[in-house]
């Protein structure tokens, strides 16, 4: 890392990684992971990780979202990438924010858009899991644990789903109006 | 800025910027935008923006999440920095994703948790605008338009809202458990 020093800039009103040389700044902002609660018929999709942290124990396909896409369309890469499964969305199951970690967490409530599905290279496993069967204690994450738990809650329940992009714009793609003059 | 190259690092699968001299990594992931259509007696608070883009356009209050904050903390600051206003958060009102700038907006419905507003430092003017009043025409981005739309369609309604943190974490800064051992 270079060697960057902690400044407040002009006209902001805290601390940011600087470069003494080239003033150029690092913003350090809160991370954005996507992930979904998948089920078929009651069962849910949990993953074996592969990686660190908390290799070997069971979570939700999730992971960051990545530059040019919707958080929609990170839900489906980390479930395709993770469990190598073609999900449906169906809603905003909750939006979580681990202030330690610098991160918020959109996690969806899904089902199968395909059967089908297999660990993908950062998983040791994939597997369905009936209610009743779920590891509680091999639980990677807390948030994991609270989204099983937000999704038995809503199990069967319509999900009032915070409104996302109109169909017009879905992907959030299109260039701001010129002014026009005020 | 220093002369980053792009460059797929180890394990990975895209390119990222990277330092060749040091090996640092720049991720550059997704921003999370946080903000509020805030209202009192069926009447909507918006702000008249004093900096760029969109100068002397209005819009709601919103702006980028900082570390070490909730979104809804996120929320509560921009809502203060920019109006004044100390708000009332009802729930999650949408969920925005603008792929072409790498954003995501986390946008709540709020109300007042106590009376009063003025302009902040990034306001020239802040006002409350019943329904028919509202200044579409200069309205600064279309993300704030859509939220306003999407609480017209809310208004009076529940809101069924994503969960957020539950109570005995309400801000996500417990750290992970030991691993119990699989």
Redesign the interface.
């Known amino acids: ?2 060697a960057f020093i902690r400044a407040i800039p002009d006209g902001d009103d ?1 601390e940011r990684l600087t ?1 003494p040389d ?1 003033g ?1 700044i ?1 913003y ?5 992971v996507v992930g979904s609660v998948v089920s078929a018929e009651g069962r849910i999709l949990l993953c074996r990780r592969a990686i660190e ?2 290799r ?2 069971w979570t939700l396909p999730a992971g ?10 990170g839900a489906r890469r980390e479930a395709w990438e993770e469990a190598q499964v073609r999900i449906a969305l169906e809603g ?13 967490q ?2 969806f409530r899904a089902g199968f858009a395909e059967p089908g599905f297999a660990a993908g290279p950062e998983s040791l496993e994939v597997r369905l899991f009936g209610w009743e069967e779920i590891p509680w ?2 639980i990677a ?3 994991a644990r ?2 099983l738990t ?1 999704w038995q ?1 809503m199990a069967g329940k319509p ?8 169909p017009e ?1 879905a ?7 010129q ?2 003059g ?1």
């Open positions: 890392m270079p805290r470069c080239c150029f690092a350090e902002n809160p991370k954005i942290p908390r070997g124990f960051f979202m990545e530059m040019g896409e919707t958080v929609e369309e905003v199951l909750a939006v979580y924010s681990i202030a330690r970690l610098g991160q918020v959109v996690i204690a091999e994450f807390p948030s609270w989204a937000r809650e999900l009032a789903a915070p409104a996302t992009n109109p714009d992907r959030g793609t299109r260039p701001l109006p002014p026009a005020l």
